[in-house]
């Protein structure tokens, strides 16, 4: 009987084995890969938020510098309406110095200053309303950058878990075989041809 015949077996049994634990090294490395991706994905979002925060940031300096321009532009108009106003009050004959005209000139003046502050507050809480966005923001990128080493750390525990996994079921079906081939991981010698080497020594003697 030939050595791959008498080891027929334990040849089978290596190259399960074999197989058993190189396909858990690539799933190992299809799972650590999978962590890489995920942390890259996670870190280019945590990019995206961070540059929101900055747009962000940037829209509320436009919204305070755009309400300071609409309350100059109000203010003009108020003075404008002003003037106008007590040139109307002048032309029509009306003492521009009494009571009633400076009343009417004051309530107009009020308005404008109402409006200018309307104005202002409006500014404020846009300016405000980006700069809650860009404090959203930063905390979204720092949140991806934390989930970024979580799954890379989770891809690199998988693969060791499926790694050892793999030789922990080869180290079993090894451990299965040599139980059940008497320790040694040999097959005995048959029985049959014992008994006609026997027979055939007692044949000898018999002669």
Do not use: C, W
């Not at 104005?119 to 404020?124: L, M």
């Not at 030789?167 to 320790?183: T, W």
Request: glycine content about 12%; cysteine-free.
């Amino acid at each position: 009987m030939g050595f791959l015949a008498e080891n027929a077996g334990a040849i089978s049994q290596g190259s399960g084995m074999l197989s058993t634990i190189a396909g858990s090294m690539i799933s190992a490395q299809g799972e650590r890969q999978a962590g890489k991706a995920a942390a890259q994905a996670d870190l280019f979002n945590s990019s995206v938020a961070a540059t929101n925060s900055e747009i962000a940031l940037q829209n509320a300096t436009f919204a305070g510098h755009a309400g300071q321009a609409e309350m100059g532009i109000e203010g003009m108009k108020t003075a404008a309406a002003l003037g106008g106003l007590k040139a109307g009050q002048a032309a029509s004959g009306v003492d521009i110095n009494s009571a009633s005209a400076v009343n009417v000139r004051a309530s107009e003046s009020a308005k404008g200053m109402l409006d200018a502050l309307m104005i202002q507050s409006n500014a404020a809480k846009q300016a405000y309303g980006f700069q809650t966005d860009s404090a959203d923001y930063t905390a979204q990128s720092a949140n991806f950058k934390n989930q970024a080493v979580f799954d890379r750390q989770a891809g690199n525990i998988k693969a060791r878990a499926t790694l050892l996994s793999g030789v922990s079921q080869a180290g079993k079906g090894f451990s299965d075989y040599m139980l059940q081939n008497s320790i040694t991981g040999k097959p005995a010698a048959p029985a049959r041809a014992a008994g006609k080497s026997q027979e055939a020594r007692g044949g000898e003697a018999l002669v």
